[in-house]
């Protein structure tokens, strides 16, 4: 122990003797360690961001498209649909679906006094809410009644409040979709934008007989999709197979015939989301452990240096009778300290580029304590794996030519 703290008393010494080239070598690692910290921070605080707007759209969610079937080696659409009578069977049948809604939607001229803009109208049933985590900011929902007798009401997101009525109040405002008058009875809170870049308040919701019947008119009970909710997140997939289940019978497709619908859930989504970001990730960790590598290289290049211009004081210590390891030891120990320097004042400036950017961004970034933790140790295997070569050789040369060397 007391070799050791000698070592690292006569280690300490050297760096103080040659404070630039040491501060230069510093800055390698402190840059390396700096880029890996700022990426791996950017890296968490992008999932957070992009996995939260998915659970904005309802972590429980599960989507049933129409599918084309092929028929004699062609895909046909005339067999296509998907209808209100399948959401009731399954909200009916499915014991781990809590709630169904149709949809269909469609892009529109929205019309109000002298403003005309252009949004997507929605046709939905009330339990959408529930299942898309929607609330309201002003107003409520319509009801039953207005549902079955295809009322001729809306809800609106709040970027359709600001293009129609500006600063102005929407509740009770009349909107016209082509010839037919609208009544606004609600507005929903604001939700920002989707992780598919799709603006959650541009748009107009109204009771699915409604859109039939004056939006968009087609088929008695036909719909572009089933937006339906598991119980909870851990039924998700028995639900979709349920789901599967009861849809194969009502539409009379055998088990190993290709079905003429398509089940997508939120959870796959995330899955495949979380994938993404674990792979770039790492993808963006290894470039900047580029930086690390050269920050690495300097290190080596510069205890090289050292002991070219110590020669003669490793001789006169191996003289007076220090062995080959406690000179490794010394060396070793001056390349770890210049790296665990670097590598500590990399993770500060990380942690303040972090700041920076998580309050120009507006995001929420963190730097976990185990990247901190493999930061320090990284640095300290960056000197011990650079500063060998330059030990081994300090360690093996002859005391006499040593001596000899001015």
């Not at 004081?313 to 191996?318: A, L, S, T």
């Amino acid at each position: 122990m007391r070799a050791l703290l000698a070592a690292i008393r006569i280690a300490l010494r050297a760096i103080a003797r040659s404070k630039l080239r040491a501060a230069l070598t510093v800055l390698g690692i402190l840059i390396g360690v700096a880029a890996v910290v700022v990426v791996v921070a950017l890296g968490t605080g992008v999932r957070a961001r992009v996995l939260g707007e998915i659970s904005s759209l309802g972590a429980n969610t599960i989507y049933i498209f129409p599918e084309s079937t092929q028929t004699s080696g062609l895909r046909s659409r005339d067999s296509v649909r998907i209808t209100e009578g399948d959401g009731a069977a399954i909200v009916k049948e499915a014991l781990s679906v809590s709630q169904v809604s149709p949809f269909s939607s469609t892009s529109v001229q929205v019309v109000t006094g002298d403003r005309n803009v252009a949004t997507q109208v929605m046709g939905v049933t009330r339990s959408y809410w529930a299942i898309r985590s929607f609330t309201f900011d002003k107003g409520a929902s319509w009801t039953e009644s207005d549902e079955q007798l295809k009322a001729k009401v809306c809800v609106i997101g709040d970027t359709v409040r600001e293009n129609l009525f500006g600063s102005g109040e929407a509740m009770g405002q009349y909107i016209r979709i082509g010839k037919h008058p609208f009544r606004v009875i609600g507005v929903l809170t604001k939700k920002g934008q989707s992780p598919f870049g799709e603006d959650q308040d541009d748009r107009l919701l109204m009771p699915i007989g409604s859109f039939r019947a004056r939006v968009m008119p087609g088929p008695p009970g036909k719909v572009q999709m089933l937006v339906a909710s598991a119980t909870t997140e851990l039924t998700v997939e028995r639900a979709s197979r349920q789901i599967e289940q009861i849809l194969r019978q009502r539409h009379e497709i055998d088990p190993d015939d290709e079905p003429d619908f398509v089940i997508r859930t939120q959870a796959e989504f995330r899955k495949s989301q979380e994938a993404i970001f674990d792979t770039l990730t790492v993808l963006l960790s290894s470039i900047a452990a580029v930086s690390l590598l050269v920050g690495g290289i300097g290190v080596m290049n510069i205890m090289l240096v050292s002991v070219t211009e110590r020669t003669r004081e490793i001789g006169i210590r191996m003289a007076i009778g220090a062995s080959e390891g406690a000179i490794m030891v010394q060396f070793l120990i001056e390349a770890v300290t210049l790296s665990i320097i670097g590598g500590l004042f990399g993770i500060a400036a990380g942690v303040g580029l972090i700041s920076v950017l998580a309050s120009a961004l507006g995001w929420s970034m963190a730097l976990p304590l185990g990247a901190v933790a493999v930061a320090v140790g990284t640095s300290a295997a960056i000197g011990i794996i650079f500063g060998f070569f330059p030990a081994r050789r300090a360690a093996q040369m002859d005391p006499i030519t040593a001596l000899r060397h001015e």
